[in-house]
């Protein structure tokens, strides 16, 4: 089972930048995607952006698409979550989580239902 531990979150205004970091432990981190997901207040989890084992593909939801960057360290075992011109409609509770199978083929979105390893969230508020 890995560790991940998120950094990074804070208060920004519209429009403002933050760079989410997630560090993972007790486990290889190569060869597992990593997604972003985040969990606003009275609202259900939802996904923000994943990135396969070898880093060469990413998806995002279409609401963040050209502001957020998903990137990966492997060296690092760190996921990164670069994002930009943030908006109040980006405020909540982001968390990071890894894919429960290795070596998962690259062109294949990873369901939420397969990552099995979650952070404990960092909070991100966007003031107007």
């Known amino acids: 089972q890995v560790q991940l531990v998120e950094s990074g979150g804070g208060l920004v205004q519209a429009g403002g930048s933050l760079r989410l970091s997630c560090a993972a432990s007790g486990r290889t981190f190569s060869g597992y995607a990593m997604g972003w997901f985040r969990q606003a207040p009275g609202k259900e989890r939802e996904f923000v952006a994943t990135i396969n084992w070898g880093g060469s593909r990413t998806y995002y939801t279409d609401s963040v698409k050209g502001r957020f960057t998903i990137s990966r360290d492997d060296a690092k075992n760190t996921v990164y979550l670069q994002m930009n011109n943030l908006k109040p409609e980006d405020t909540a509770v982001y968390y990071c989580?890894?894919?429960?199978?290795?070596?998962?083929?690259?062109?294949?979105?990873?369901?939420?239902?397969?990552?099995?390893?979650w952070g404990q969230g960092t909070q991100v508020t966007v003031s107007s």
């Open positions: 989580a890894a894919d429960v199978r290795r070596y998962r083929a690259p062109a294949v979105v990873v369901p939420e239902q397969d990552f099995g390893s």
